[in-house]
């Protein structure tokens, strides 16, 4: 099992969960987190004063999935996110060990 974690522009996250959805994925969870990458933010000007913000608004999501499906669900995110400026984000993937599903004890596979 892998996890990815992924972050990206707010406004394209309806779009990456609907392409998710259209491969079969359920399970995710998002967060809402500010930060920068190599934009480093960029300068405001509010009621006459030049400020620099560099904690920019993002989304980061996160979702365990089969190792079969992983290229798959990195390809639908990658391609849903993308708009070609910097800023678009990034995608992280981890090995996962075990996964267990409180209710019933479920395990692997089985627990997504």
């Known amino acids: 099992m892998k996890k990815i974690e992924a972050v990206l522009q707010p406004f394209k ?47 980061k999501l996160e979702l365990v999935v089969p190792d079969g499906l992983l290229e798959e669900v990195v390809q639908a995110i990658s391609a ?14 981890f090995e996962v060990a075990e996964a267990i599903r409180v209710r019933n004890d479920d395990r692997g596979d089985e627990a997504l």
């Open 80 to 93: 849903a996110a993308r708009t070609g400026k910097i800023g678009d984000g990034k995608i992280f993937v």
């Open 13 to 59: 996250m309806e779009e990456v969960k609907e392409a998710l959805k259209a491969i079969g994925v359920t399970g995710m969870t998002i967060t809402e987190v500010r930060g920068h990458g190599r934009q480093k933010g960029h300068k405001e000007v509010y009621r006459g004063q030049e400020y620099q913000v560099d904690l920019l608004p993002k989304v």
